[in-house]
Nanobody
């Protein structure tokens, strides 16, 4: 099986910074795209940022210039550096990874982390 474990969430004041980490482990042959999503109560989960294996990135407009996604392919880990945080960034953040589990099965399957709460408040 594949597990994604997130860390780094917490409480921060407006204008502050947090760094989220998400480490994938288990039956992993390779990982293609990785990403961070967020979901507020009653809302659909939305993409915050994504990154390909080669390092190409994509961001939702509301975080451009404030958040930076990166990854360490050797560690199967994706990061989200969040700067200039705003109260509206207060939600649960989830990581996702597209995982190929074996050499013989070329299909990629999406796996999700358990979520980490980010709260921006004074």
């Amino acid at each position: 099986q594949v597990q994604l474990v997130e860390s780094g969430g917490g409480l921060v004041q407006p204008g502050g910074s947090l760094r989220l980490s998400c480490a994938a482990s288990g039956s992993i042959f390779s990982i293609s795209d990785m990403g961070w999503y967020r979901q507020a109560p009653g809302n659909q989960r939305e993409l915050v940022a994504s990154i390909t294996y080669g390092g190409n990135t994509n961001y939702v407009d509301s975080v451009k210039g404030r958040f930076t996604i990166s990854r360490d392919n050797a560690k199967n880990t994706v990061y989200l550096q969040m700067n200039s945080l705003k109260p509206e960034d207060t939600v649960v953040y989830y990581c996702k990874a597209a995982v190929r589990k074996t050499l013989w099965n070329t299909a990629y399957q999406d796996y999700w982390g358990q979520g980490t709460q980010v709260t921006v408040s004074s």
